[in-house]
């Protein structure tokens, strides 16, 4: 998953039949080259087993991540199905599924760096099977420990059927452990792909997201679930919008029309919210002071209320101003010449300068929701 499975979301999982987590899909080479970055990873010791979940399309880029993580995780995995069309022209995700010996060159790189578990995550092939059998093959003659793999190709959306043969032939072409994705929202869904495939484990994202106890036998997450998930993401500290949709998934199916529309009106675009904005350029050998001058000079010219340092600026302003400001400043560091960039937006606590004096937090609509539906 992009952005949801941060550790106060995998410590509620480990509490519902959730036997390893995985992180939110990271960027490697933005990883290895930021500290502000690896900051966004935290773990603690009940966040165990965890598994990074990294984005590369260079070994050396990959490797290097790896290396600064390992100490603090308990398995580095390769995403080559994410099937996002920004990641598509990145190199990355599901791009690496169509390209065997990209993965090969990758795998070998991070097997030489690290001393913990590997594994690759892929998609089916669009048109080949045997290039899916191919790619599986190779990664284990090179050592990775485990594969999943996602029975539906790139170009597929994700209300079309699971190919469970698919699945079950790479199974069947490997001798390591292989699980399976795809489709799965209950705890029949899983046994279901079990039974027909045949696989060592069942991997599942927006079905999680939707109901985290869904591998404890839940229909529906249940509140007590709800109530670990908000105590922990604000012991934690979790950005808003995170925290806001992650009670979004799991609560929908509780809520009526009306209050989930009630739930889902929170106007964050007039927020005030205090936080930290770091701008990345990538893909130059060039000095980055040009690169600085020109994000300095747009958030100067903003009249948004803001302090620079070293690594970043922390701000204080309306959510849509600073949305705003970022995005002014990624199309300047693109406007002079970088060809990617990257930008990290960390929101802290919101102040009491509401712009609507009626707007209530989240937190307190989930509270309200609690005491209102609890038997």
């Not at 802290?348 to 712009?355: C, H, I, L, N, P």
Request: net charge negative; aromatic share 8%.
């Amino acid at each position: 998953m992009v952005r949801y499975s941060k550790g106060a979301f995998r410590e509620v999982l480990r509490d519902y039949n959730v036997d390893i987590a995985y992180t939110p899909m990271i960027l490697a080479d933005v990883f290895k080259s930021s500290e502000f970055a690896r900051l966004d990873y935290t773990t603690n010791d009940r966040d165990c087993p965890v598994v990074v979940q990294f984005a590369a399309h260079d070994p050396v880029d990959l490797a290097h991540a790896a290396q600064l993580v390992a100490p603090y995780a308990d398995g580095i995995d390769l995403n080559c199905g994410c099937p996002q069309k920004w990641a598509y022209k990145e190199c990355i995700g599901a791009y690496l599924s169509e390209r065997p010996e990209m993965v090969q060159e990758m795998v070998r790189s991070v097997k030489g760096a690290v001393d913990i578990p590997c594994s690759i995550k892929i998609r089916k092939h669009p048109t080949d099977m045997r290039q899916t059998i191919e790619l599986v093959r190779r990664a284990e003659k090179l050592g990775i420990d485990w594969i999943t793999v996602h029975g539906r190709t790139r170009h597929q959306k994700s209300t079309e059927p699971v190919d469970y043969e698919a699945i079950k032939l790479a199974k069947e072409s490997v001798s390591i452990p292989v699980l399976a994705n795809g489709g799965i929202f209950t705890l029949a869904d899983a046994d279901e792909m079990y039974n027909r495939t045949g696989v060592a484990g069942v991997m599942s994202a927006r079905g999680l997201l939707q109901n985290p106890a869904l591998f404890a036998g839940y229909a529906e997450t249940p509140l007590d679930c709800v109530e670990k998930y908000i105590n922990l993401a604000l012991a934690y500290g979790t950005p808003t919008f995170i925290f806001h949709h992650h009670l979004m998934y799991m609560m929908e199916s509780m809520m009526s029309g009306v209050e989930r529309k009630t739930f889902n009106s929170k106007k964050i675009s007039t927020m005030y919210v205090t936080g930290e904005i770091q701008i990345v350029p990538l893909g130059t050998a060039a000095s980055l002071t040009p690169y600085i001058a020109k994000v300095k000079a747009v958030i100067e010219n903003s009249g948004l209320q803001h302090t620079m340092h070293d690594s970043g600026t922390n701000f204080q302003g309306e959510y849509s101003l600073v949305t705003k400001v970022a995005q002014e400043c990624m199309q300047s560091v693109l406007d002079s010449g970088a060809p990617r960039v990257l930008c990290y937006l960390k929101f802290g606590a919101r102040t009491d300068k509401d712009v609507a004096a009626s707007d209530i937090s989240a937190t307190e609509k989930v509270d309200h929701y609690l005491q209102t539906h609890t038997q």
